[in-house]
T-cell receptor
Framework: DAKTTQPPSMDCAEGRAANLPCNHSTISGNEYVYWYRQIHSQGPQYIIHGLKNNETNEMASLIITEDRKSSTLILPHATLRDTAVYYC????????????FGKGTTLSVSS | KAGVTQTPRYLIKTRGQQVTLSCSPI?????VSWYQQTPGQGLQFLFEYFSETQRNKGNFPGRFSGRQFSNSRSEMNVSTLELGDSALYLCASSPGDGHSGNTIYFGEGSWLTVV
């Protein structure tokens, strides 16, 4: 079973920030939080990942709470092309550990 | 840098047949993993290969198998196809060594329809 809980769906206006929450209350100290998104009929696209510190790249920012029990993916200026299913995944420390996907959050960006 | 390449992109097979799907990982990546995506079960892990050895395996029947070659390219095979095997099969690659902080990148997938 997935170790994360995400809302099934969210809406966002184009140009506004999209804040996608994820709960991972059972995360252990050496597990990473990964975010992927999947646009219909395409392979999942890597967005960002982190261990304990906040992370930022050209696509998004990842904010992890101090107790690491939850995180938020921030898309600073959502566009219509950001409409997708977003998956928050906790991945074990051992090399070769699989990604366990839950149902994710369907983000709908509208103009 | 080329991404993860999967072939074929689309295929149709008949029940009882077998199918082989191919995956070329990102250059330099030694780990290749396979996932199945269906509307009912979502994205599920099949298995992972690293340096030609299966390192991890999901909960799928023995009809699903794979292998990895010395150049890190991988194939997966499904024998005695069933209608329920209709799915998007995804390949993912990563450097594979060290800990799980390595990024995993997915290909566009192979759409298999069993009729």
């Amino acid at each position: 079973d997935a170790k994360t809980t995400q809302p099934p769906s969210m809406d966002c206006a184009e140009g506004r920030a999209a804040n996608l929450p994820c709960n991972h209350s059972t995360i252990s100290g050496n597990e990473y939080v990964y975010w992927y998104r999947q646009i219909h009929s395409q392979g999942p696209q890597y967005i960002i990942h982190g261990l304990k510190n906040n992370e930022t790249n050209e696509m998004a920012s990842l904010i992890i709470t101090e107790d690491r029990k939850s995180s938020t993916l921030i898309l600073p200026h959502a566009t219509l092309r950001d409409t997708a299913v977003y998956y928050c995944i906790v991945r074990g420390y051992q090399a070769g550990t699989a990604l366990i996907f839950g149902k994710g959050t369907t983000l709908s960006v509208s103009s | 840098k080329a991404g993860v390449t999967q072939t074929p992109r689309y295929l149709i097979k008949t029940r009882g047949q077998q199918v082989t799907l191919s995956c070329s990982p990102i250059s330099g990546h030694r780990s290749v993993s396979w996932y199945q995506q269906t509307p009912g079960q979502g994205l599920q892990f099949l298995f992972e290969y690293f340096s030609e050895t299966q390192r991890n395996k999901g909960n799928f029947p023995g009809r699903f198998s794979g292998r990895q070659f010395s150049n890190s390219r991988s194939e997966m095979n499904v024998s005695t196809l069933e209608l329920g095997d209709s799915a998007l099969y995804l390949c993912a690659s990563s450097p594979g060594d060290g800990h799980s902080g390595n990024t995993i990148y997915f290909g566009e997938g192979s759409w298999l329809t069993v009729v």
